[in-house]
């Protein structure tokens, strides 16, 4: 009986000794890469792109509405057929505009998430590079856990070596086919 009770005294103690020699960092990844001021100005640069396209976009809307309005007017003129004729053609030019419309989209979220990467591959190795240099064992991201020690939290510390490298954040434009 002695013998058990002491098998468990030591498995306790060396279970809580490795517990205890971990060291745990906290990180808010979200955080770092929303703020970060390369992501930022790139954001800004695709907007600015977007927007070329957008204006195109709004117009060429204004034309289907235009286009659609003369259909219906049309339809005291022209015949049945011909009205079919007009509708299956307005039909097709706005299918073709919608899937470009979905192209533009799929492409430009795309793009971010390809920066975004890249951001994170950055962070990632500041927090290796962090983690070597303090003994760290676990870095945790904020969405992991409920509660920790605000002293675990080294947001700020690898914000700032993210914030001194030159990050090459670039996109591709939209092209048209």
């Keep these: 009986m002695k013998s058990i009770y002491a098998i468990i005294f030591s498995s306790i103690l060396l279970f809580s000794l490795n517990l205890a020699a971990q060291t745990i960092a906290i990180i808010n990844i979200q955080h770092l890469i929303d703020n970060n001021p390369t992501y930022i ?51 097709n030019e706005l299918s073709k505009f919608s899937n470009l419309v979905d192209e533009f989209n799929s492409h430009y979220q795309h793009q971010i998430f390809k ?46 070596n993210l914030n001194k490298l030159n990050l090459k954040l670039e996109f591709d434009n939209f092209e048209k086919n």
């Design 41 to 91: 100005k790139t954001l800004r640069e695709i907007e600015y792109n977007q927007n070329l396209y957008l204006k195109e976009f709004e117009s060429k809307e204004n034309e289907f509405k235009i286009n659609l309005k003369k259909i219906e007017d049309s339809k005291l003129i022209l015949n049945q057929d011909e009205i079919n004729i007009q509708i299956d053609k307005y039909n």
């Design 115 to 160: 920066i975004r990467e890249i951001v994170l591959g950055e962070i990632i190795v500041l927090l290796e590079k962090y983690a070597s240099e303090n003994n760290v064992d676990l870095i945790l991201d904020s969405t992991s856990y409920l509660i920790a020690s605000n002293s675990l939290d080294i947001t700020e510390i690898i914000k700032k």
